[in-house]
């Protein structure tokens, strides 16, 4: 079953993320659905804060994908961030990556990964935004899919 929270701020975007990284560990696949300015790379920012990655977490858009180490903090694990957008759903230049590489040792956040990027792992977590079109209040939508 879907859990779902409503987010007013961008810090409560990110304050989600944070949360969201306590359940993750290397391997894990999250996937993140949303029209542009839903609050992806926010959710990313709170997912690496959480995760306690090293270095500034801003969109992948141009590059399509950025590592970030994982800090000298104990449990930090490593984030692959990734902007499926420009693939334009392409799955040769998505395997291109290798990303399923990068998934025995980070965690590994797909932006506009729907429908693309579900096939790197057994089970993701798909998180889907939306943003009300009159406000910058989102809401989030989250549920692990695929096998235990």
């Given at each position: 079953?879907?859990?779902?929270?409503?987010?007013?701020?961008?810090?409560?975007?990110?304050?989600?993320?944070?949360?969201?990284?306590?359940?993750?560990?290397?391997?894990?696949?999250?996937?993140?659905?949303?029209?542009?300015?839903?609050?992806?790379?926010?959710?990313?920012?709170?997912?690496?804060?959480?995760?306690?990655?090293?270095?500034?977490?801003?969109?992948?858009?141009?590059?399509?994908?950025?590592?970030?180490?994982?800090?000298?903090?104990?449990?930090?694990?490593?984030?692959?961030?990734?902007?499926?957008?420009?693939?334009?759903?392409?799955?040769?230049?998505?395997?291109a990556l290798d990303l399923d590489t990068?998934?025995?040792?980070?965690?590994?956040?797909?932006?506009?990964?729907?429908?693309?990027?579900?096939?790197?792992?057994?089970?993701?977590?798909?998180?889907?935004?939306?943003?009300?079109?009159?406000?910058?209040?989102?809401?989030?939508?989250?549920?692990?899919?695929?096998?235990?």
């Amino acid at each position: 079953m879907a859990d779902q929270r409503t987010l007013p701020t961008v810090a409560d975007t990110e304050a989600l993320g944070r949360e969201l990284a306590a359940d993750l560990t290397a391997g894990d696949l999250v996937i993140l659905d949303g029209p542009l300015g839903a609050g992806k790379t926010a959710l990313t920012r709170g997912i690496a804060a959480g995760l306690r990655v090293e270095g500034r977490v801003s969109s992948p858009t141009f590059i399509i994908a950025r590592q970030h180490r994982a800090g000298a903090h104990p449990g930090a694990v490593a984030l692959v961030h990734v902007d499926a957008y420009r693939l334009g759903g392409d799955l040769d230049e998505l395997d291109a990556l290798d990303l399923d590489t990068d998934l025995e040792d980070a965690v590994v956040v797909v932006e506009w990964g729907l429908g693309v990027a579900e096939h790197l792992a057994d089970r993701h977590l798909r998180v889907q935004l939306h943003r009300a079109a009159e406000s910058d209040v989102r809401t989030a939508t989250w549920e692990w899919v695929g096998a235990v």
